[in-house]
């Protein structure tokens, strides 16, 4: 009995650690090519700007951009990937 519960509480702390690894993953692959995309499109406009006045502008941009289209699209990718490996 106490075997089982313990291979129980391991299994699901992997089951766990696994699913924050590929959160991880999701965010990697949608922050990265999002942030160096936004920072080069409004680095001319940005660049005469007081600097927490380009990280707001930034932030107006990259948030929403982010939410609504990279990490969707990435955690779609992931999941892609996800099943080729199942």
Known sequence: ????????????????INAALWRILVGCLGLYPTLLLVLSVLAPLTRDLSFPL?????????????????????????????????
Not at 1 to 16: D, G, N, P
Not at 66 to 82: D, E, K, M, N
């Open 1 to 16: 009995m106490a075997a089982e519960i313990l291979m129980s509480t391991r299994s699901k702390r992997s089951h766990q």
């Open 54 to 86: 380009m990280v707001l502008v930034e932030v107006v941009v990259l948030v929403p951009f982010t939410q609504l289209i990279s990490f969707p699209l990435a955690g779609w990718l992931v999941a892609r990937l996800r099943q080729i490996n199942q």
